[in-house]
């Protein structure tokens, strides 16, 4: 096993950047997730760290040993595809051997570690099957068995669970994190779904138009995000953003929407009277009832979960979500009264999306 250093590492396709310098540090035996948008460049990324694509600047590491012009084969990396990749006239056991096959590895080892792998990944009654008399998520775990019995130093995961569907999608991450759990190789897996992100990771690189906004731990990212992006992008559903103008009054503060309303808000350092701000909430954070100081929203739709009930609303023409695990009753056209929890109220600077975090405490 090994870690990978990524160092101010930039990518173009001709004069078209796509990559603008990006740093990252993998320890050991850590599972990094990259979460993005499509075009964000992470599986750009990805292919860079395998070698299948080549860097236009920077380097990158893997135990230590750059290997920006070492060829894919000699990186000592495994690569898990979104599309499986198996041959369709082998055999599973065949698929998987396959690369220690053309290494010329001696036949024990080779049925070794084919077999072990098969024990990992539940593939033992499989091994004599070809790939079109399987399951989706069985020919998941023959591309990740091929991947193990390599036995890389790092493992590289390209959205392997998108051909899935959402059942299945939610099995197959927890045998990702299970194995990774049981084997402790270092992981670089790519994805855009920020559900598989959170629940997977050790940490978390969120990646927006070829930059880095932010690296953490996934409730760190959940918690206390840098800016507007990140914000947005980490929770399902999505943290809420309201438009307002910053109120200073002494040490207190609020923001003022188009309303009138005042919202309470926590105290920033450096933004005076009347500055734009954005003032976000996650769904979740809302009480139920304004108890006299909060908002006052019209429902529009109402969509029951079973466990919760998000409500989509409007607040001075602007959209707000909120959940609650309470059935409360509510109809489309009701005014509803949500009270924000102000220990999870956030700002943000409306013309360049930063946190305004709260003054030191002293």
């Known amino acids: 096993m090994a870690g990978v250093e990524i160092r101010d590492v930039r990518k173009a396709f001709g004069k078209t950047p796509v990559i603008h310098g990006v740093d990252i540090d ?53 690569m898990v595809f979104q599309n499986y990749a198996l041959y369709p006239h082998m055999t599973v056991y065949d698929n998987m051997a396959f690369s220690l096959k053309l290494r010329r590895a001696p036949k024990s080892l080779v049925d070794e570690r084919v077999r072990r792998a098969a024990d990992i990944l539940n593939l033992g009654e499989y091994l004599e099957r070809y790939p079109r008399q399987l399951s989706g998520g069985q020919r998941q775990r023959v591309a990740m068995g091929r991947a193990i019995v390599r036995d890389p130093q790092v493992f590289l995961f390209d959205e392997p669970l998108s051909n899935l569907d959402a059942k299945l999608r939610v099995q197959m991450r927890t045998e990702i994190k299970e194995l990774h759990q049981r084997l402790r190789t270092t992981t670089v897996y790519v994805t855009h779904d920020q559900i598989e992100a959170m ?27 840098n800016n507007l992006f990140v914000a947005g992008f980490i929770g399902s559903p999505a943290m809420n953003f309201i438009e307002g103008t910053l109120r200073r009054n002494g040490a207190a503060a609020a923001v003022e929407i188009g309303d009138g309303t005042r919202l309470p808000a926590p105290p920033v350092n450096g933004h005076a009277d009347g500055a734009k701000v954005v003032y976000g909430i996650r769904p979740e954070h809302f009480a139920y009832g304004n108890n006299g100081g909060g908002l006052n929203a019209e429902v529009v739709v109402v969509e029951p979960t079973g466990t919760e009930i998000q409500v989509m609303s409007k607040l001075a023409g602007q959209d707000i979500c909120a959940v609650f695990r309470e059935r409360h009753d509510l109809t ?22 930063q946190h305004l975090r709260p003054p030191p405490s002293t």
């Open 26 to 78: 993998i320890a050991d035996g850590e599972f990094v997730v990259l979460v993005g948008p499509s075009g964000c460049g992470k599986s750009t990324l990805l292919r860079m760290i395998a070698g299948l694509e080549q860097i236009t600047g920077g380097e990158i590491a893997i135990g230590g040993r750059v290997v920006n012009m070492v060829p894919p084969k000699e990186r000592d990396v495994a």
């Open 199 to 225: 629940t997977m990771a050790d940490r978390i690189v969120v990646m927006h138009d070829g930059l880095v906004e932010q690296i953490g731990q996934p409730l760190d990212l959940y918690d206390e995000p």
């Open 332 to 353: 489309p056209g009701q005014t509803l009264g949500l009270s924000p929890a102000l220990d999870k109220v956030h700002l943000f600077d409306a013309a360049t999306g």
